[in-house]
């Protein structure tokens, strides 16, 4: 797998690049409007571009149909896919904490609060849409993949705001709002997990030779 998640990061050096500069800079824009912190939402989002870059790469090379012949199993390339796509929504989270530190230095008000807050937020937000995207990618062809990927951050947005209406009947979410939302990140994460197993029932049943 190791080998695999290198030949990924490799194709999408350039874009992972352009990614991280530009959060950065955003960052730093972000702070004259609104609080810096706020980016910590959009930049695990933005980070997981990348996946689906190497994804149709895939495609268009007809990698999927030489590496059967390799002594890696379907399930380690999905795996591969899923632990890349977490390891880029990290890389983003951590690359949206630089301008939050650098502006704390200048002794701008960004709290710990804050930080978790937008933090739970944008990690459930990307692996909500992960969870639905990702499968997807593997289902139908590159062109609706992506259409897909688009459409799959809108409804993970859309089901974030119904799990907090639940939670909201359980106890009063803006009295407890880190909670409620630490509640959200977890049950992203366990959807995370099963859409991995959901993926990997869907890549031994296509024929890719």
């Known amino acids: 797998m190791k080998g695999v998640l290198v030949k990924d990061l490799y194709i999408a050096r350039s874009n992972i ?3 991280i500069v530009s959060l950065v800079v955003l960052g730093f824009g972000l702070s004259f409007l609104l609080e810096t ?5 959009l930049a695990p989002v933005a980070a997981t571009t990348a996946v689906f870059i190497s994804i149709t790469s895939d495609a268009a090379s ?3 149909k030489n590496v059967i012949t390799m002594p890696v199993s379907r399930n380690q390339i999905i795996g591969e896919k899923f632990l890349f796509y977490i390891l880029l929504a990290v890389l983003g989270m951590l690359t949206a904490l630089v301008p939050c530190a650098v502006i704390a230095c200048f002794g701008m008000d960004i709290t710990l609060r804050s930080l978790l807050l937008y933090g739970s937020i944008g990690m459930s937000a990307t692996l909500l849409a992960g969870g639905i995207s990702l499968p997807c990618a593997y289902l139908f062809d590159p062109e ?3 259409i897909v990927f688009m459409m799959s951050f809108m409804a993970g947005t859309g089901i974030i705001t119904g799990l907090v209406l639940l939670i909201n009947l359980v106890f009063p979410v803006k009295e407890n709002i880190l909670l409620a ?3 959200v990140l977890i049950i992203s994460v366990i959807w995370f997990f099963i859409s991995y197993r959901i993926a990997v029932k869907v890549y031994k049943k296509r024929d890719i030779s």
Do not use: E, G, M, P
């Not at 912190?37 to 939402?41: E, F, K, Q, R, T």
């Open 17 to 19: 690049l352009v990614t």
């Open 37 to 41: 912190s706020a980016l910590l939402v």
């Open 62 to 64: 007809k990698w999927n």
């Open 144 to 146: 609706k993949s992506q």
């Open 181 to 183: 939302f630490h509640i």
